[in-house]
């Protein structure tokens, strides 16, 4: 049985209930949430939340203080292995090796022939630009370099669940873009994909829904539309010469530099709105519909000085 035959008739990741103690420290507590078999899911939080710790207790690396965490209907068994893909924080590669030999070694034991292994490997190679690296030790390569390596170990085998904890951490902008465009086709292969990521432009990018996780607890959970409702959901964004008057259609949020964002109160819509700027002498360039970011929903939830770092 394949991990997919299990979720035509429930989630593929099913985490109910969930509670972590390490000694007398609760860490996780009464954490319920789902993957849809196919879905991109978002795991976002500030350092120390619990993302990783749930993650290896999904997979049997922690034993659950409480709680059930299945996948495919099921507790995690290492026999299940094959089909998983499991990008970690901490990476682990044999760096006195060659490149190319680790990941055929890696390629043969999620049930690739040495061929098939080889070939696949030198065509990762190419597309991230590491074809002229096969033959050097992983030593000899940067960091960002070997994260690329083991991104390719990690989805050789075309898993069905792709789990990738910071999968662009330390990458720039046109690595993190290549290393998105990698996930997409995972996505279009039928992965579903659970991932960590303080970048708030690759949730928008790639995720179906998300869970923020503070304190172990969870503070938003649902697609992202959802999340961004829940913490402020649209503001009309107005570039405008003058001065926002105050008005009982909307609040400011900010006005600054000929540029204002208003929340609408209930009952107020663009055109109300935009009519009685108009009717206060406002010149309005333009004016918007626009969701409250995820980067400001984070801020929101864990304060400035867990705010997702720009690229």
Request: with cysteine.
């Amino acid at each position: 049985m394949t991990l997919g035959d299990a979720a035509a008739a429930e989630p593929l990741v099913h985490i109910h209930g969930f509670r972590m103690d390490f000694g007398d420290k609760t860490v996780i507590r009464d954490l319920s949430f789902d993957v849809t078999a196919g879905e991109t899911f978002g795991f976002l939080g500030s350092n120390g939340s619990g993302k990783t710790t749930t993650l290896r207790a999904l997979l049997g690396i922690y034993q659950p203080t409480a709680g059930t965490l299945h996948i495919g209907g099921k507790t995690f068994e290492p026999k299940d292995g094959a089909r998983l893909g499991y990008l970690p924080e901490e990476r682990g590669l044999y760096k006195k090796e060659a490149v190319l030999d680790v990941m055929v070694y890696f390629g043969r034991l999620k049930g690739l022939g040495k061929a098939a292994a080889r070939s696949w490997s030198l065509a990762f190679l190419e597309r991230v630009d590491l074809a002229d690296k096969a033959t050097l030790r992983l030593d000899k390569l940067s960091s960002g370099q070997q994260q690329k390596v083991q991104l390719g170990v990690t989805i050789m085998n075309n898993p069905e669940l792709l789990i990738l904890d910071e999968p662009t951490k330390g990458f720039d902008p046109v690595n993190r873009r290549l290393l998105m465009d990698i996930i997409e086709d995972q996505q279009r292969a039928g992965s579903t994909v659970i991932m960590v990521t303080h970048q708030m432009e690759e949730v928008e990018r790639l995720c179906d829904r998300v869970i923020l996780l503070k304190d172990g607890v969870s503070r938003a959970y649902g697609t992202v539309a959802d999340v961004q409702d829940q913490f402020g959901g649209t503001v009309y964004r107005v570039r405008h010469g003058g001065r926002i008057p105050a008005s009982a259609l909307y609040d400011v949020v900010s006005d600054a530099g000929g540029l204002a964002d208003l929340s609408p109160r209930e009952g107020a819509d663009e055109a109300t709105v935009l009519r009685s700027l108009v009717d206060a002498g406002i010149s309005v360039s333009s004016f918007m519909t626009v969701r409250t970011s995820l980067d400001e929903i984070f801020i929101k939830v864990y304060g400035e000085e867990h705010a997702p770092k720009g690229a």
